[in-house]
């Protein structure tokens, strides 16, 4: 189940391969809103000081020096405090490398790299020398360090603006540093330095976590004993104004964190449903939609190592919320009898993308034997024996679309067994005796578009010459020429050569709000009468009570529609899927072989998020709002099989 957790933060895509760093981590702390002075004594920092304890040069004697230091921010600056104990403070107005200084080592992520930054901060003289922060190029415009003396030493506090690292008017999340002390006690001869790490540069410097990566720290990597090594990792600006955020994979959880994300008092995480971290496969940012924002795509195996489905997912996170799923697509199956793995190109097109899904590697799977599950929220992997050899999704206006579909000659053949099955089709034909199959779904022929009946269909309708969102032929109706099936907003339509003497068409508006709310439409033989129906995934809209948490509830639908004589009826609908922001409860749909061509079985399948105590609707023992109840997977009964009785499909 995703969670928020909120924690004050005062505090180009980039992909960033996790590493372990030698050293000890500094939490920054939060330093807005506070009351720090800086007159070099520390003494309102929050927190304890982290001892610089790494020998990185020469031998110190016990005590001398002993230094300890701090790093903070805020909105506009960066601070270092330190403590020394250093029974000579060797300073020139020159400050130079061999004389006593601290040195700030801060890296941040770029490029797939780091870039790294060392600054040199050197404690003042009282009426002598002043304190100055230097970089090569001289003392930092902007900064400013006071010191104080102590007993057997001296503490200081440093003031270093933003500014001075041009990388953090975008990166502040993800960073690295170390701090150093350079103890001479006679000029121009190093006598030892101290750090909190011997690294100097880039991914070998520990973490520098701000305040909303300690709490992500704290509440789920160290609450769940999980390394701290990220599973996979990338950086861009997925969300909110134009700092890139950190998107990082711990354990089998999404996690997104950075300094204005949410507001600057928020971190993410959720759940992935996986068993393992290694079944992610994929995980990068770009912009999907052209929003100007990046987008999380992420590649997935739900099952185990051997046996799984593996989903491609685009995830949006809009106005800094959590993310939501824009695009669902299976790419591959594996199971005991075989494996089929589509190839997934995702490509720059206009100011977005465009994702192509096509055929590729298959092994051990037969069409005559096929009865795997069709995924019930999303449109399934491509099977070696369809027609279909790719398919290519863009976002048009307000979500993923299909743009392009490429037929070919599959390298298996569609056949009928002798025992009368039905290659790929998740079933067998009960009679081997019946009438033949339909054709599988193709694009149509210039001698099938039947222009002037389209036409017709346009002008009374008012769709003028959109194009259609789904457009194949089969054969649904009639004699065995097959009819054009189109889907226009929210109509399904049919028209063809032999049906309603080719002069006109059917129509059956799909219950939608939405045109962009039918997510797939596809055609199969079902009745076992020789002619195909249409089968529709969809998805509904629904506003609870507040009983159940006010938010809006996502039902996945699954519709069947038969051509009965001149007319299109709707002959079958269940729910197959639940969603309500990342907590969902997805189905599963199985065409069996019946008595009379394949029976309907919805069966339970998994729960994300939500289980038996949690899930805050009733079970629904009818139909709900003319849907086949969704059958949850702690409920009693199993699966429910629906058969043909000649006008509808019905319970048994």
């Given amino acids: 189940?995703?969670?928020?957790?909120?924690?004050?933060?005062?505090?180009?895509?980039?992909?960033?391969?996790?590493?372990?760093?030698?050293?000890?981590?500094?939490?920054?702390?939060?330093?807005?809103?506070?009351?720090?002075?800086?007159?070099?004594?520390?003494?309102?920092?929050?927190?304890?000081?982290?001892?610089?304890?790494?020998?990185?040069?020469?031998?110190?004697?016990?005590?001398?020096p002993g230094v300890e230091g701090k790093i903070g921010y805020d909105e506009k600056n960066l601070y270092v405090a330190l403590h020394a104990v250093d029974d000579q403070l060797v300073r020139t107005k020159a400050a130079g490398p061999d004389e006593d200084h601290a040195t700030l080592l801060l890296a941040f992520p770029r490029g797939g790299g780091f870039v790294t930054h060392a600054l040199d901060l050197y404690p003042g003289q009282a009426g002598k020398t002043a304190g100055v922060v230097k970089s090569k190029a001289g003392a930092v415009p902007g900064s400013k360090l006071v010191e104080a003396p102590t007993k057997g030493g001296f503490t200081f506090e440093a003031q270093i603006p933003w500014s001075t690292f041009p990388e953090s008017a975008r990166v502040r999340v993800g960073l690295r540093a170390a701090l150093r002390y350079t103890d001479v006690d006679t000029p121009g001869r190093v006598h030892a330095v101290v750090a909190t790490s011997t690294a100097t540069e880039g991914s070998a410097l520990p973490p520098l976590p701000l305040e909303s990566e300690q709490g992500l720290d704290e509440s789920l990597i160290r609450a769940k004993s999980l390394s701290r090594k990220a599973v996979k990792l990338a950086y861009g600006n997925v969300s909110g104004d134009d700092f890139i955020e950190r998107v990082a994979i711990y354990g089998t959880n999404l996690t997104i964190v950075g300094p204005h994300y949410r507001?600057?008092?928020?971190?993410?995480?959720?759940?992935?449903?996986?068993?393992?971290?290694?079944?992610?496969?994929?995980?990068?940012?770009?912009?999907?939609?052209?929003?100007?924002?990046?987008?999380?795509?992420?590649q997935k195996r739900i099952g185990a190592q051997d046996a799984y489905r593996e989903i491609l997912q685009v995830l949006r996170v809009p106005a800094d919320e959590a993310p939501v799923a824009a695009f669902s697509h299976e790419v591959a199956i594996k199971t005991k009898d075989g494996l089929i793995?589509?190839?997934?190109?995702?490509?720059?097109?206009?100011r977005g993308i465009k994702i192509t899904i096509s055929q590729g590697d298959s092994e051990g799977f037969d069409p005559d034997s096929y009865a795997e599950l069709k995924q019930a929220d999303m449109p399934s992997a491509l099977l070696p024996w369809q027609t279909i050899k790719s398919r290519t999704f863009q976002w048009k206006a307000t979500g993923f679309e299909k743009v392009d579909e490429e037929t070919w000659s599959p390298k298996k053949a569609v056949t009928t067994s002798k025992s009368g099955s039905v290659a790929g089709s998740g079933g067998a034909r009960a009679a081997a005796s019946g009438p033949p199959a339909p054709p599988p779904p193709r694009p149509p022929t210039a001698d099938e578009l039947l222009d002037r009946v389209y036409a017709l269909y346009r002008k009374d309708r008012g769709v003028g010459q959109r194009s259609p969102r789904f457009d194949f032929v089969t054969d649904?109706?009639?004699?065995?020429?097959?009819?054009?099936?189109?889907?226009?907003?929210?109509?399904?339509?049919?028209?063809?050569?032999?049906?309603?003497?080719?002069?006109?068409?059917?129509?059956?508006?799909?219950?939608?709000?939405?045109?962009?709310?039918?997510?797939?439409?596809?055609?199969?033989?079902?009745?076992?009468?020789?002619?195909?129906?249409?089968?529709?995934?969809?998805?509904?809209?629904?506003?609870?009570?507040?009983?159940?948490?006010?938010?809006?509830?996502?039902?996945?639908?699954?519709?069947?529609?038969?051509?009965?004589?001149?007319?299109?009826?709707?002959?079958?609908?269940?729910?197959?899927?639940?969603?309500?922001?990342?907590?969902?409860?997805?189905?599963?749909?199985?065409?069996?072989p019946g008595a009379r061509g394949l029976d309907i079985q919805l069966r339970a399948a998994r729960g994300v998020g939500w289980n038996r105590k949690t899930y805050p609707f009733p079970q629904d023992n009818g139909s709900a709002g003319g849907l086949e109840p969704l059958r949850l997977p702690w409920a009693s009964g199993g699966a429910q099989k629906y058969e043909f009785n000649g006008t509808a499909y019905q319970s048994r």
């Fill in 263 to 298: 507001g600057g008092k928020q971190f993410y995480f959720g759940d992935l449903g996986i068993a393992d971290p290694a079944l992610v496969t994929r995980l990068e940012l770009r912009d999907a939609d052209g929003d100007g924002h990046e987008d999380i795509i992420i």
């Fill in 1 to 64: 189940r995703s969670r928020f957790f909120w924690f004050p933060l005062m505090a180009m895509t980039m992909a960033v391969t996790p590493a372990f760093a030698a050293g000890v981590t500094m939490d920054a702390d939060p330093l807005e809103g506070s009351s720090l002075r800086i007159d070099g004594v520390p003494g309102e920092w929050p927190g304890r000081f982290t001892d610089l304890r790494e020998s990185v040069q020469g031998n110190a004697r016990s005590g001398d």
């Fill in 341 to 350: 793995a589509n190839q997934v190109k995702i490509a720059s097109a206009g």
């Fill in 476 to 592: 649904v109706a009639g004699d065995r020429t097959p009819e054009r099936v189109v889907v226009h907003d929210r109509d399904l339509v049919i028209f063809g050569k032999g049906f309603r003497g080719g002069t006109s068409y059917a129509f059956i508006t799909i219950g939608v709000a939405d045109a962009k709310d039918i997510l797939d439409v596809t055609s199969h033989d079902l009745t076992g009468d020789g002619r195909a129906e249409i089968i529709v995934r969809a998805l509904l809209h629904a506003t609870p009570s507040e009983e159940v948490g006010g938010e809006s509830v996502d039902r996945y639908a699954l519709f069947v529609y038969s051509v009965n004589g001149e007319q299109l009826t709707r002959i079958f609908a269940a729910e197959t899927g639940r969603a309500q922001g990342q907590n969902r409860v997805l189905g599963a749909v199985a065409f069996v």
